[in-house]
């Protein structure tokens, strides 16, 4: 399943925009890596000392953990040149682009805000949603009072838009 992931994001080109939170959120879990790397090397050589590493689970279970931690900084090392740092606003703060924050109003009357930003920031808890998704690509230089409508599997949902505002 991970080997399909890999080979499906090759194919798959993400937008590389992130804004300065975003990257200095990314440097600051590469150093983070960096240091649990060093942890993990350290605990991995302990194990490894204690002889018979075919059955020793300590060193079993630090390999797997060294792995996925150089899997992560590999990516981040690949992908972190390529990312371009979008940090002022628009000229034309009236339109949705890049680092918005925008004010929804669903079919249902519920009130939803949203903050476009770059693939590597999504985090749903806080209404980041991807440049590349549907519903940030139908908003993008859409005006408060239009409305947007994105295709789902059930059908399609319908937004109006309330209010776009820019951070900083």
Sequence with gaps: MVFFFVRYKNIMKSSPY???????????????????????????????????????????????????????????????????????????????FFAAIIMLENEQGEHVEYRIVGPDEIDHQHGNISLDSPLAQALLSKKVDEEVTIHVQDGSKRYYIIAIRYAG
Excluded: F
């Design 18 to 96: 992130i804004t300065s939170e975003g990257m200095a959120r990314l440097n600051e879990e590469l150093n983070q890596i960096w240091d649990r790397r060093r942890e993990v090397v350290k605990a991995l050589s302990a194990a490894a000392a204690e002889g018979d590493r075919s059955e020793n689970a300590e060193y079993i279970y630090r390999k797997k953990e060294l792995r996925g931690l150089d899997r992560r900084i590999r990516y981040l090392q690949k992908r972190m040149p390529d990312l371009h740092v979008i940090a002022d606003n628009p000229d034309d703060e009236d339109k949705v």
